[in-house]
């Protein structure tokens, strides 16, 4: 079974530009989590998904961040502009149900944004 | 708001020795409590977690990991290390399916 994707794996772009991120979760997992860690800091929680809802997305910085999950499969998370503070690594998690916080989180390998 | 604290950003240890990773919870209810590796270049993989059954959860690749309420605790240990338990952890708490993290602990084994 394939486990969560993410495309790219780095991604270099000046400040102003746009950058968009996807992130492929395991198959059949309804609940899809995006999540950062800017450099020496903890990795923070972003936003969470239920198929294509959202259902959580109390950890997004401000309105430059725009994640999607149409048909709840695949989601994106767009970056516009991006900002030098938006550098880090922006990892993917997905998981089968959503139980009582107890369902195991299976994180993607991350994309690394760098911001110049 | 649920929180984990990581004491020590880096340990070192010999191959064969003791791994002691140490995590403290603050929380006002049971806390679900999770342990994270990251291997270079790699995603973050599950270890173990705690779901308020046994206090004593035993792991993959010989990591376990006690909850000690009295101490607010979730200490993660591997009795000898090896070398290919050099990595980043990270300690976790699940508040309503959101994980708050440590700082993590990067873990290098010396040979």
């Known amino acids: 079974e394939a486990g969560v994707t993410q495309f790219p794996s780095h991604s270099v772009i000046e400040k102003g530009q746009t950058v968009t991120l996807r992130c492929d979760p395991i198959?059949?997992?309804?609940?899809l989590y995006w999540y950062r860690r800017v450099m020496g800091k903890e990795i923070k929680f972003l936003l969470h998904?239920?198929?294509?809802?959202?259902?959580?997305e109390s950890g997004m910085p401000n309105n430059r961040f725009l994640a999607e999950r149409t048909g709840g499969t695949y989601s994106t998370l767009k970056v516009q502009p991006a900002e030098l503070e938006d550098s880090g690594v922006y990892f993917c998690?997905?998981?089968?149900?959503?139980?009582?916080?107890?369902?195991?989180?299976?994180f993607g390998p991350g994309t690394r944004l760098t911001v110049l | 708001a649920q929180s984990v604290t990581q004491l020590g950003s880096h340990v070192s240890v010999s191959e064969g020795a003791l791994v002691l990773l140490r995590c403290n919870y603050s929380?006002?209810?049971?806390?679900?409590l999770f342990w994270y590796v990251q291997y270079p270049n790699q995603g973050l993989q599950l270890l173990l977690k705690?779901?308020?059954?046994?206090?004593l959860v035993k792991g993959i690749n010989g990591f376990e990991a006690e909850f000690k309420k009295s101490e607010t605790s979730f200490h993660l240990t591997k009795p000898s290390a090896h070398m290919s338990d050099a990595a980043e952890y990270f300690c976790?708490?699940?508040?309503?399916?959101?994980?708050?993290f440590g700082a993590g602990t990067t873990v290098t084994v010396r040979a």
């Open positions: 998690a997905s998981s089968l149900r959503q139980g009582p916080g107890t369902d195991t989180q299976y």
């Open positions: 198959s059949g997992h309804d609940n």
């Open positions: 998904f239920v198929k294509e809802s959202k259902q959580d």
């Open positions: 929380s006002s209810v049971p806390p679900y």
């Open positions: 705690y779901t308020s059954a046994a206090t």
């Open positions: 976790a708490v699940s508040e309503r399916n959101k994980l708050s």
